[in-house]
């Protein structure tokens, strides 16, 4: 359950909400946000409202029935809009194309990829310089350096970055060149990483773990929440697979599950999610289709060259091809694709 | 491996072949279909076919990589199309709607339920007679007298009917009523139903397992297909899943996986893949998006009577919003939704 | 709900009975058994047992919270024993050993392996004469020679049969030589065969199938025993699996789940569970440990010649190593191994 | 493929051995262990032995043909044993007993807890302080209180500790209380935590993941391998589960599986396998008849109390009966249960 507080409530009102919740054998909790609220913890007994209702400066008191709380539809019922400096969003009603390698390279394959996804739609770049592996003999990233050449494709081409922090310690340096930090699936419930970032001041994409519940990525998403970051964009990459057909087992089903659970923005990685480059653009449409706030998508300038997931990734002139494709299935449903000014670019929307 | 014999091949020439194949420590099978066709089988070793080319009415060696073989691709690079008498078709290039409510309950339901579909945009109707169920205390469907609703359905709305036969001995007495036949998910495996329906002279519409394969799901087509029955509809309906957020996991992934591995036509069926009717509509799109050859979609004029399965089941006038939105997401990849004159039917086009 | 009558009540008092049962909006149906029993369906409300307690005749309620109720322990709080010919019983105080080869292949092959898997200690020949198979182009078993050859196995060794029935037709044949009926994990929501080999007199070895739940696994059981065949005996067979280290993933965990949600014997087999010769011995140790009343192995004098499933098969020297181990584990849990009299034998309990 | 060099090989000749891995276009990375020993890197051509056959002070070349290197039975064709400072081993001839609590809660509960295991058989003791949850608002640990109250035990009971360290940062600090750092399953693929355990300079229980392969585990394991820690203890704890009969899903079949890929000892806990108290002797005993080197049981003194996770928790005396079944199937195959004497304790083999 959760207290909240009218927008001039007084520091008093306040403190006496908090100590009647103590009173009740509940631990008093404020919780992050635009509004100040109060969580009831410490306790599985459904707390009892009453005594609180009416209480000087309440505006209202929250029932939460799901075990996340900040996450839930109860606790916002307005869709959580993701801003981005450009000004294009994520959860807002259209539909946004994030694009770009699986790994940074070299600066001639991120500043020429990031034009290319830049001309053809994306308004969001995405590029590994730090690359959690399953082996330790693969490849692993450019590390600071890449994060540098992120920098610089970005200064090149206006294009906002999302790259990933795969641990707590590399999370300051990764804000400072990141517009979003991305937490990887296999870190989903690292819980420092996901507290570390909550306090890192960026907007957070969280990819669910291959085989968490949606109640476990809201949980995820939970612990960045609690840190005072709100805007958290999940992201459905696919579960573990029995059959070799797909590398993963996308749930485009969870897009609509999660918009029901939760006012976050919800989007899908299809490059991920099947591991095979001619299954990306139906998967990406499949996603459109499905409700999704954005398409994650690998795309490589020469994908039998780059240095990892190569067989996932689509060449430029693909995403060109499937942008429009999927702009059409978005006025489907009434909805846009976004299309923004990029950081200090000159060129106007891109019709 | 496969031999083609030329059109014209001379009876002598093809027992000539299968003379040969035999010598070669092989056995010969003459496949069935619009060609003469001999498989080689009852060896694991790689066929040489050098002893083969060139022998008289012989017009090609296939040779087929995958386990499957009348179904894959190799046998037929093109698209099979299954033609209703209607004139509708599944698997061609629009994108067919087929919809009913989970089981025939009775006359006014099902007529009701036939008329709002067809309206709506539907060219096959759907329903149970025979309805296995996981509880043999369920309500298992009325029969042989549901049978003769759906005929009367048909009369009266035009609409063709697909619904299961449940065991090798309802296969007649389906194929009566019935323009396809459906093989349930549970049946998917179940050797003698397929050799049944095989032989029904029906095109035959084949769930996938909760648990199979593309390729298991595609060696039961080839038991169909063995036995002469070319028109076979694969259907994906959602695999085991651990979380509870949908009743199955939809894999929508299977459906471009399937179109490179097989010339069958494939649909999905968004009800029993998500079990929850918020989602029915999302994951329909989304199928179509991922290239589906259709959709099935359970509908019920009042959803919250229904004998089975209503949790699932969306309303005729929920349909009716639907399928422009499935035509302008087929638009999108240049496809359009089949629109055929019912059986019998006055009505032209809907438009 | 489960109305249970004293065993003098005349058939007045069960019919009073099945007449207020109806009266309260509920079917009535006679459960089969030695118990005179009523049951109560067609409502899902919780029915109220007041109005029939008290009336002449009635033993007691029986409440069932379960969705499978004759196979529930509640319904029958003892273990169900089902005994062979020979005497050996499956389901009492100790484990009984299956084996014997995947399919009958000869005269020679069967009666051999016969020989030497009752020599190390099996009180049950398995072997297939019917062998559904995931391609049609794999070996499909010997078919009705097949079952000659294991009634003349049976003749030489006293032995008793366990073999699979694929379909309702093919039960009546598989009757006439088979101790115990198999329906296998492809069939095991086949309730047409459920139902057939509920009426054959013989008792049945059900298979789990690999994506089914306990519950799944419980109402197939469910459909035989409402035919009337009281002794079923559960087979855990290994569950479909994301990891190829081993073909299936064997559920231990199931054996003491179905021992307390059912009275039914619980076998399980390593064999198919896991693929590999090499896990065979240590998973059947692990099943008898876990407190399984059987172990099913497929055993072959020559498993490289084998025509099926050659992998996972392990010689007649390998299961006369296995059985003692099995004993002694058997032994740390207060159990033995079953050793009886083979049909028709002249050689006492093999000590 | 790894050089491995004589004992007493020259820093000369390992240079050059060096120097001619980089000639044929490969990294050459010292491997930390008593061999000197030099893998090559770099590359995904399988790499040609002969040009550093002969040279001066190799030992010999080993192909490995697994993703994993040091972890591989290519690479240590004997067990690895861990060896506890009691003298008490994990990975040796006998199976080691480790038990406790979930989390530490107070110096009662760990104290008494801790002996109560002790006197059962137990030679570790398991509890954790940080405590990494699902949720947020669950209990966390102690933290910083639990390790001293872990230490405590210690000196009280002379078990040496085996607890959790849930990020790099806790590392330092949970090695200078425990005697092997535990990873949890959710951090199994959380490179960062891998790298700082392996120099930490304790043995490390490294928990497979709920949707691994025994593949990923291996490259898990070969992360701390790579920095020096060659005491790496595999434990299987359940894979995700579609049926709630059990939490998880206890995959004993990795048991067998990873003794012959790997030669790191293998334990299992069969308390998170199951989350059922009443599975989990069953579940223990299968694990040791698997061959597991060690079991790992969640043991409270009051379950019900529990701050987290009762439902699966034996009591001490429900373990004290346990332990003799475990001796006895371990005898039967060849294996005792290790007894040693605990750190800085009088008493002797407790028989």
Not at 259 to 265: C, G
Not at 308 to 320: E, F, N, R, W, Y
Request: aromatic residues 2%; negative net charge.
């Amino acid at each position: 359950m959760l207290v909240v507080m009218k927008q001039g409530a007084s520091h008093a009102q306040v403190e006496a909400v908090m100590s009647k919740i103590r009173s009740l054998g509940y631990e008093a909790v404020r919780i992050p946000g635009n509004r100040v609220a109060i969580g009831l913890l410490g306790s599985d007994r459904p707390p009892d409202a009453d005594p609180l209702v009416g209480m000087g400066g309440v505006l209202r008191i929250v029932r939460i029935s799901q075990p996340f709380r900040l996450a839930s539809r109860e606790w916002s019922p307005e869709n959580t809009v993701v801003e981005l400096e450009t000004g294009a969003t994520i959860g807002g009603p259209d539909v946004a194309v994030i694009a770009g390698p699986c790994a940074v390279e070299s600066e001639e394959q991120i500043v020429e990829t990031a034009r290319a996804v830049r001309d053809a739609g994306a308004v969001l770049l995405r590029a590994g310089a730090f690359k959690p592996r399953t082996s330790p003999y693969s490849f692993q990233g450019l590390g600071e350096r890449g994060l540098d050449l992120l920098s610089l494709a970005r200064r090149e081409t206006g294009l906002p970055i999302v790259t990933e922090a795969p641990s707590p310690e590399t999370v300051p340096l990764v804000a400072e060149h990141a517009d979003v930090i991305q937490v990887g699936a296999r870190n989903m419930q690292n819980a420092a990483l996901l507290q570390a970032v909550g306090r890192a001041g960026r907007p957070v994409l969280l990819k669910r773990g291959p085989a968490a519940t949606l109640q476990e990525l809201l949980l995820a998403a939970e612990y960045i929440l609690l840190e005072g970051e709100s805007r958290v964009i999940l992201c459905e990459r696919g579960l573990r697979n029995f059959d070799s057909h797909s590398r993963n087992l996308l749930d485009l089903t969870a897009i609509p599950s999660l918009k029901e659970l939760t006012h976050l923005p919800v989007i899908a990685d299809p490059s991920h999610g099947t591991g095979h480059r001619s299954k990306v653009a139906p998967m990406a449409r499949a996603a459109v289709a499905a409700g999704a706030d954005g398409v994650m998508l690998e795309v490589h300038p020469d994908p039998a060259a780059a240095a990892s997931d190569g067989g996932q990734a689509i060449t430029p002139s693909q995403l060109a091809e499937l942008v429009p494709q999927l702009r059409d299935i978005a006025a489907a449903i009434g909805r846009g694709i976004v299309r923004e000014i990029p950081v200090g670019s000159e060129a106007g929307h891109v019709a």
